[in-house]
């Protein structure tokens, strides 16, 4: 604290239901939002590929 550096932090981990949903929602949301402001790629989005595409079933 005396130096003013950033300090490492545990990540955030969902444990009930609603967290998980609140989690994967704001995943989406982020991915969205770098996707507009031409930060991310589309392709490089997973959370909103899933929305739009259906995974292949393998044989």
């Not at 989406?28 to 739009?52: H, N």
Request: net charge positive.
């Amino acid at each position: 604290e005396a130096n003013l550096k950033p300090q490492p932090v545990p990540p955030v981990l969902p444990l009930s239901s609603e967290e998980q949903k609140r989690y994967e929602g704001a995943l989406r949301r982020r991915e969205l939002r770098l996707i507009l402001s031409g930060r991310l790629q589309p392709e490089d989005a997973p959370e909103i590929k899933s929305l739009f595409v259906r995974e292949k079933k393998k044989k």
